[in-house]
C-alpha cells in the first residue's frame, strides 16, 4: 500500500489532495462529508474582502453620532476584528469542532486594508492556515502591472504583519511575470502558492443579447498551464506549491505532483459529478500508479520533472514550441 502522506504550509496531511474552495467547502455539514469521503484538508468557501469593510462601514456609519471622542477612538481600532462577519466565524468554529482535518480559510482580497485584523479572528476560531485569493480583473486604465503587483504586495505583507497562521496566496495565471511575483511573494514569507485561480467565465446569450456568469467546470485539459507554471517556479520559490485546475482524476494528481507540486485541489470534479465518490477513486487512482512504478511514497518521484536549470529552460520550452509549429507546417 502506498504511502501518501506529504506536507503543506507546515501542516501533516494524510495524502496530498484537498478540497478547493467552493459552496461545498462552506458548510459545516459537507465539510463533514469531505472529511469522510477523505480529502486531506479542506479549503473553506472564500470570504470575500467587500463582506468584511461592508459591516464595518456599517458601524462607522451607525457611529456618526456618537460623542465621546476616545469611545470613538477605541472602536475605529478596534472594529474590523471586532466586526467582521460573524456567520463565518461561527461557521469555522463548527467545522473545528467536527472535523480534524486542516482548515484552511479563505478570503478573496484585493487591498491592504483594515479588514486583515479579521484574518486573527480566524486564527481564534480554529484556522489552521489562511489562503489570500487575489481575485481581481485589473481593469484600472492607469494602474500598471507593476503597480498591480506592488499593491499585491504590500498586501500580502499587511495580513502576514497579523497572523501567525501560514498563509498562502492563490494566484491568478494573468500576471505578467509570474517567476519574478512569486519569488519576492516567497521571499515575503509566504507558505505556499495556488496555481491558478479560475475566473468565472464570461459568456455570451446571443438570444438576449447579455452576458452570462454560469458555473462553468473544468476538464483536465486546463492541466497544462499549471503543469507548466509549477515545472517551473519548483526550484526557484522556496514555498510549496499546490496545483488547483483540472485535477478529475489519478492522472492529473500524479502529473501535478511528477511536476513538483505538494498537492493538488480537486473542485470542478466534485461539483460536475455530485459524487463525493471521486476523491476516492482520485487517490486509487494515484495509489494504483504508484504500485505500478514501484513507488513507495510521494518523495520516490515527486518534482523528477520539475524544470532544473531555467536557462535551459528556456531553450527546451522554445525550442519544444519551434519543433510543434514546423512539423504542423
Ligand atoms: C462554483 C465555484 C465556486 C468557487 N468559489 C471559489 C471561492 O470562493 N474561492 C476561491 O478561491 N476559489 C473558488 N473557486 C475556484 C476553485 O476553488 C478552483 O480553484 C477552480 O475551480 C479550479 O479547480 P478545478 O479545476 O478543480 O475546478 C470556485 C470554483 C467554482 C466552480
Avoid at 483594515?114 to 484556522?127: D, F, H, I, P, T
Avoid at 531553450?315 to 509549429?325: D, L, P
Wanted: hydrophobic share 45%; with cysteine; charged share 20%.
Amino acid at each position: 500500500m502506498a504511502d501518501l502522506t506529504t506536507t503543506y504550509l507546515g501542516l501533516t496531511l494524510k495524502n496530498p489532495l484537498i478540497a478547493s474552495s467552493s459552496p461545498l467547502t462552506g458548510q459545516a455539514d459537507s465539510v463533514a462529508r469531505l472529511e469522510q469521503a477523505g480529502v486531506s484538508a479542506v479549503v473553506l468557501k472564500s470570504i470575500f474582502e467587500e463582506q468584511i469593510r461592508a459591516e464595518t462601514s456599517e458601524m462607522y456609519a451607525a457611529l456618526e453620532g456618537e460623542t465621546s471622542g476616545f469611545a470613538m477612538e477605541y472602536l475605529r481600532a478596534d472594529l474590523p476584528a471586532r466586526l467582521g462577519p460573524e456567520a463565518y466565524i461561527e461557521g469555522v468554529q463548527e467545522m473545528r469542532r467536527r472535523v480534524s482535518i486542516p482548515l484552511i480559510c479563505s478570503v478573496n482580497c484585493v487591498q491592504p486594508d483594515q479588514w486583515v485584523n479579521y484574518a486573527r479572528k480566524l486564527e481564534e476560531a480554529g484556522a489552521d492556515a489562511l489562503e489570500l485569493n487575489l481575485y481581481h480583473m485589473p481593469v484600472d486604465p492607469n494602474e500598471t502591472s507593476a503597480q498591480v503587483e506592488a499593491r499585491y504586495l504590500a498586501l500580502v505583507q499587511a495580513v502576514m504583519g497579523v497572523v501567525r497562521l501560514p498563509v498562502a496566496v492563490k494566484l491568478s495565471q494573468h500576471v505578467t511575470a509570474l517567476m519574478p511575483f512569486a519569488r519576492s511573494l516567497a521571499g515575503a514569507g509566504v507558505r505556499g502558492l495556488v496555481l491558478f485561480n479560475r475566473f468565472l467565465q464570461t459568456d455570451v446569450d446571443i438570444e438576449s443579447e447579455t452576458l452570462l456568469y454560469a458555473p462553468n467546470y473544468s476538464t483536465p485539459q486546463v492541466l497544462h498551464e499549471q503543469l507548466r507554471w509549477t515545472a517551473v517556479l519548483r526550484d526557484w520559490v522556496r514555498c510549496d506549491l499546490a496545483v488547483s485546475g483540472g485535477i478529475h482524476s489519478g492522472v492529473e494528481l500524479a502529473k501535478a505532483l511528477l511536476v513538483g507540486a505538494d498537492v493538488g485541489y480537486v473542485c470542478s470534479a466534485l461539483l460536475a459529478r455530485q459524487d463525493m465518490g471521486v476523491i476516492r477513486e482520485i487517490l486509487d487512482g494515484l495509489s494504483a500508479w504508484m504500485g505500478r512504478k514501484g513507488y513507495a511514497c510521494l518523495a520516490d518521484f515527486r518534482g523528477k520533472l520539475r524544470e532544473t536549470d531555467l536557462q535551459d529552460g528556456h531553450g527546451f520550452e522554445r525550442s519544444q514550441y519551434v519543433k510543434a509549429a514546423t512539423q504542423l507546417a
